[in-house]
């Protein structure tokens, strides 16, 4: 990899572009980092089309920080952190939509519970846990470059998953996305969608949490989505979009690291807000000239 602090200023040249393509097909650990980007890309794009459309964005922050919980467990009693963010996430999840819809306690108020008490279990066993405690920031920061074949299996199947689950089920997943109400009206199983995609959004959660670690993770889920949805109206374009931005901004973000040593995690949720920063400035200008044309 090349390290220039000057670079982070400059224009990628052709020769730079080359030499990152050529470098994947020699290094086994940069196949996995792309073929990550690319599987994740599909996975927070899905997902995060539909927890913007439901509006989940703030419970999606609340299952990612209680995942830690899960990592802190693991890490205590010795098995696979990624299997215990996933028990931890999941049973977070469902637990938390049971007890906000017997209408205990508020939905903000309770996400805010499970996000504080969730990093507190993280960090209380993980002190507990006796010598080094390795692959840490791993999670907390993220560390695409350190993706494992076994994982980048579990994303693949976690896709495979999504796209079967949207394409069999996807007009009562947007009918409760949009408006819970109207899907009862429709005889739609509301509840069972919504634990469903719980779950689901806690699987994918733990996928991606490789990539850019905890605390940037939601970025993933939300700013793709938004970005399309400026450019699109169906839901189905905008998850389609969403995708397509996801993957452009990990690759992307995967070239700055490639080329000035900043952390990819962090670089991939630069290039996807300047990629929403871009969008917006571009449906402004749009909208602009329609309203000039108008009043022609």
Known sequence: MRSSGAAIYTYPTRLEVIDFISDISRFAFLQNALTASLLCGIV??????????????????????????GIGMACYFGFDPLLGALLFSVASALGLERFIA???VREDSAIGVLWALGMAVGIVFIFLTPGYTPNLMSFLFGSILTITTPLLWWSAALAAVLVLLFGLWGRNIIFVAFDAGFAKTQKIRVAVVDAVMLA??????????????????????????????SVARRFGHITAGAVAVAVTGLVTGLFVSYRTQLPPGASSVIVLV???????????????RRLRRADR
């Not at 490789?210 to 940037?216: A, Y």
């Not at 300047?274 to 602009?288: E, H």
Request: aromatic fraction near 8%.
């Open 200 to 229: 689901v959004v806690a699987a994918s959660v733990v996928i991606t949490i490789r990539l850019v670690g905890v605390m940037l993770l939601v970025s993933l889920f939300t700013i793709p989505p938004l970005v399309s949805a």
């Open 44 to 69: 927070c794009g899905i997902t995060g089309s539909y927890i913007v459309a439901r509006r989940l964005v703030f419970l999606s922050g609340g299952i990612t920080h209680a995942s830690f919980g």
């Open 274 to 288: 300047a990629l929403y920063v871009m969008a917006r400035l571009f449906k402004a200008a749009a909208t602009r």
């Open 102 to 104: 017997a209408g205990k």
